[in-house]
């Protein structure tokens, strides 16, 4: 199964509650920080939800 590198590219300072709780949910601390999930709907959704604050790449 396929997974996905995300990385926190931008603050979630000034951004919606529920977009920090979702960095929080994905593992996500600080500017910089990088997770690798596997690739699920249900992460599709978080990574949508903040896609303007990290990069996601896909990885084997």
Not at 3 to 18: A, D, H, P, Y
Not at 40 to 56: A, D, F, K, S
């Amino acid at each position: 199964m396929a997974r996905l590198k995300v990385t926190q590219t931008r603050s979630e300072i000034g951004g919606l509650r529920n977009q920090r709780e979702t960095l929080r949910t994905l593992g996500l601390k600080r500017i910089g920080d990088t997770v690798i999930k596997e690739d699920r709907p249900e992460i599709r959704g978080m990574v949508r939800t903040v896609t303007h604050l990290v990069t996601v790449e896909e990885v084997d």
